[in-house]
């Protein structure tokens, strides 16, 4: 079994939904980008990778995280 990505998002900090599996990190971070371009101030976005044993990893993305490239949303 792969890596699997995931994001988490939270919306007005209490109702919780996950997207993926992403194949790739490079993906999970491009959904990331375009679901954050879409988000109001109060949602969140947390990244979610469960790796080849079932283990289960989650983290926050850092601010600057999002004020690189902008979100392509043909993607």
Known sequence: METK???IEVE?????FARGPFQTEAEQDDAAKQIRAAEDEDDGLFWADVDEEGALTVGSYIA???LGEPADAST
């Open 5 to 7: 990505y995931y994001l």
């Open 12 to 16: 007005a900090g209490v109702e919780a």
């Open 64 to 66: 600057r995280f999002f």
